[in-house]
């Protein structure tokens, strides 16, 4: 039996030697036969410099400059200076920012028509000599590569590059189409819809209504079954949207965000996504905070439930200002307790609002800390320990 084994082993050496030494042989075949087709067609060695003419080839000034007045002409030689870079990078944010950062005075109204001008004048040009064609496939999604990345860039003026993001969005569905390319079109209409949400200029609830419309629309293809990620992300986010809705029931709009949420809550599992499972749990208490319909004790046990679930993932260590956020929900959570002692309820609000503000300095989040703030001193206003005469005090200092 002991010689059988040994034998055995042997075979299984054997047989691993074999298959690295076949490994081996394959990869310098492989060196061997590509090194040969280069010196064959040295041609191939232009491929890199084949596609830099291809992208300087297409995006070009032609057709458009000669209708812009001669202070915009600039910013048309900018657009088509950081399409260019998109396109060579593949969108790479360390290559567009810092050309971005250098023309922060170019990215303004200005900018938004000549893009819209621009990429009709492309489209159209193209569609009229083949439709659909490569070249317009390229283009449009250089443009959706730009507006991802400005959409994410930190500098500038927020209310007018989110301009842009959207023009940047809305042109590029002129070629992709639900009927051409169904998949980046439901992308496509998803980046929309958080770009509405995130909208600054226009009317707000004209803006919420865009991005309800635009996420249901990028639900009709991105399924559970399909894209149960993806499919969780959009319910999510639809869910913040209907949150803050103004138009329709505001009782009926806030239902509706706590169904998607545990929509979004049977794909994402605290086990297998743990941050996003948090982030729901999160909004969700955020909901029971607002909610009209229900028994308003309950709706705030809930609340308060729902941010130590929360609070199990967003650690302070971990994720600062995550934890910030939650401990400021669960703190406004307390002060308005209906339930449990009323004077603690009242010292749990302002502990938890202390909390907070080791997180949310007035130098590095002066809005949040506000608001913080705000709550404070609301909370002091009417808290029943102490010494009254003091807690006025510092509700006053607090505001």
């Given at each position: 039996m002991q010689q059988l084994f040994l034998v055995k082993r042997i075979l299984l050496k054997l047989g691993r030697s074999f298959i690295q030494l076949l490994i081996i042989v394959f990869l310098g075949l492989l060196v061997l036969v590509l090194t040969l087709i280069f010196l064959i067609f040295p041609s191939l060695r232009r491929i890199p410099s084949l596609r830099r003419r291809f992208v300087s080839e297409t995006f070009t000034t032609a057709g458009v400059r000669e209708k812009l007045p001669y202070k915009l002409r600039s910013e048309l030689d900018f657009l088509i200076q950081v399409l260019q870079a998109t396109a060579y990078s593949n969108g790479d944010p360390k290559v567009i920012y810092p050309l971005l950062k250098a023309n922060l005075d170019k990215l303004d109204n200005n900018f938004v028509h000549i893009l819209q001008t621009w990429a009709t004048a492309n489209f159209s040009e193209v569609e009229t000599s083949a439709a659909k064609s490569i070249a317009s496939m390229f283009i449009a999604s250089t443009i959706w590569n730009f507006s991802n990345c400005l959409n994410d860039f930190p500098l500038g003026n927020k209310a007018n590059n989110m301009e842009i993001v959207i023009a940047g969005y809305e042109a590029v569905l002129k070629i992709f189409t639900r009927e051409s390319n169904r998949e980046n079109w439901a992308?496509?209409?998803?980046?929309?819809?958080?770009?509405?949400?995130?909208?600054?200029?226009?009317?707000?609830?004209?803006?919420?209504?865009?991005?309800?419309?635009?996420?249901?629309l990028a639900l009709s293809v991105r399924t559970k079954e399909d894209f149960p990620m993806d499919w969780a992300m959009i319910q999510h986010n639809l869910a913040i949207a209907y949150l803050y809705r103004i138009r329709g029931d505001r009782a009926q709009n806030l239902e509706n965000a706590i169904a998607l949420c545990h929509l979004a809550l049977s794909v994402y599992t605290k086990e297998d996504f743990p941050i996003e499972?948090?982030?729901?749990?999160?909004?969700?208490?955020?909901?029971?905070?607002?909610?009209?319909?229900g028994d308003r004790a309950q709706n705030l046990e809930n609340a308060i439930a729902l941010c130590h679930l929360a609070l199990s993932v967003r650690t302070k260590e971990d994720f600062p200002m995550d934890w910030a956020m939650t401990q400021h929900n669960l703190a406004t959570a307390y002060l308005y307790r209906i339930r449990g002692d009323r004077a603690q309820n009242l010292e749990n609000a302002i502990a938890t609002y202390h909390l907070v503000l080791s997180v949310r300095t007035k130098e590095d989040f002066p809005m949040d800390w506000a608001m913080t703030q705000h709550n404070l001193a609301t909370a002091y206003l009417y808290r029943i320990r102490g010494d009254r005469a003091q807690n006025l005090e510092n509700a006053i200092a607090t505001y």
């Open positions: 992308k496509i209409q998803y980046n929309l819809a958080n770009a509405y949400c995130n909208r600054i200029r226009g009317n707000q609830a004209e803006n919420l209504e865009n991005a309800i419309a635009a996420y249901h499972w948090a982030n729901v749990q999160n909004n969700l208490a955020t909901v029971y905070l607002c909610r009209i319909r």
